[in-house]
T-cell receptor, first 114, second 112 residues
Framework: DTAVSQTPKYLVTQMGNDKSIKCEQNLGHDTMYWYKQDSKKFLKIMFSYNNKELIINETVPNRFSPKSPDKAHLNLHINSLELGDSAVYFC?????????????FGPGTRLTVL | GQSLEQPSEVTAVEGAIVQINCTYQTSGFYGLSWYQQHDGGAPTFLSYNALDGLEETGRFSSFLSRSDSYGYLLLQELQMKDSASYFCAVRGGGDSWGKLQFGAGTQVVVTP
């Protein structure tokens, strides 16, 4: 059984397009996260939701908009894609924000912007 | 703000012991986590230290010294499958509560 799943696994698109990545967790966790991992493997948090409420909103361009329809799902929509958006995007979850030290990551979505 | 430092790469032979050090600077601190990530894979949680001392989980151990803002991950009896990147991550306080700040990662290369 997949704990944290993401779709799609690969995304290749042109500059200027809009795309979405979906994430689902079946662990019953309250908290979900989006991370961006660049080519140097640096993992940077972008957003976090706790029970559908946005609790972490790092300094990311407002072209990135997360949405959590329920606590098991967290989606990421990206408008007007740029070359610099090419990266691997990971979704993760934890039982609560207070237990953020132990996160379960999805398999990642490799986004390539041409 | 927060910053973490760890070596970029460590190479060792099968059966050896490797220690990956991590020093951190944070405005608040709850604990230090370690994650493993194989090439093309997702980060997976290895261990967490909130208190000073050594935590052992099989071949892997993690240590924390809060007074020195320092921790390490010890990999014993290295196996080829241990070749991966290892990240330390700080769970901070204040504005960083609920957030994990990751180091840049240490690539461990295990050779036969």
């Amino acid at each position: 059984d997949t704990a944290v799943s993401q779709t799609p696994k690969y995304l290749v698109t042109q500059m200027g397009n809009d795309k979405s990545i979906k994430c689902e967790q079946n662990l019953g966790h309250d908290t979900m996260y989006w991370y961006k991992q660049d080519s140097k493997k640096f993992l940077k948090i972008m957003f976090s939701y706790n029970n559908k409420e946005l609790i972490i909103n790092e300094t990311v361009p407002n072209r990135f908009s997360p949405k959590s329809p329920d606590k098991a799902h967290l989606n990421l929509h990206i408008n007007s894609l740029e070359l610099g958006d090419s990266a691997v995007y990971f979704c993760a979850s934890s039982r609560s924000p207070g237990l953020a030290h132990e996160q379960f990551f999805g398999p990642g979505t490799r986004l390539t912007v041409l | 703000g927060q910053s973490l430092e760890q070596p970029s790469e460590v190479t060792a032979v099968e059966g050896a012991i490797v220690q990956i050090n991590c020093t951190y600077q944070t405005s608040g601190f709850y604990g230090l986590s370690w994650y493993q990530q194989h090439d093309g894979g997702a980060p997976t949680f290895l261990s967490y230290n909130a208190l000073d001392g050594l935590e052992e989980t099989g071949r892997f151990s993690s240590f924390l010294s809060r007074s020195d803002s320092y921790g390490y991950l010890l990999l014993q009896e290295l196996q080829m499958k241990d070749s991966a990147s290892y990240f330390c991550a700080v769970r901070g306080g204040g504005d960083s509560w609920g957030k994990l700040q990751f180091g840049a990662g240490t690539q461990v290369v295990v050779t036969p």
